[in-house]
């Protein structure tokens, strides 16, 4: 499964929230060396209770807006875990 996700790095704490048909990641973690990569990793392994090697980053590495593949997980699981939408 991929989703959207917008995040935005050195908040105040580690959220997730929808945003329109994604997800917005706010994370304290800074956008350097990877260190914003790993912070929605664990964040997204935390709320969805799956292992961080079941999420991937397939797209936007550097970049703010993100593609992740989530494996082990249907999208009506993966809605049941997460902030319910607004």
Do not use: C, D, F, H
């Not at 959220?15 to 929605?40: D, S």
């Not at 079941?54 to 997980?73: H, N």
């Amino acid at each position: 499964m991929l989703i959207s996700i917008r995040v935005v790095p050195r908040s105040g704490k580690n959220t997730l929230e929808w945003e329109g048909e994604g997800l917005k990641a706010r994370l304290t973690a800074p956008p350097v060396e990877g260190a914003a990569n790993q912070a929605l990793i664990a964040l997204l392994s935390s709320q969805l209770s799956i292992p961080k090697r079941a999420i991937t980053i397939v797209r936007g590495i550097t970049g703010r807006q993100k593609v992740v593949a989530i494996e082990q997980l249907t999208p009506a699981e993966m809605e049941q875990k997460l902030p319910k939408k607004e």
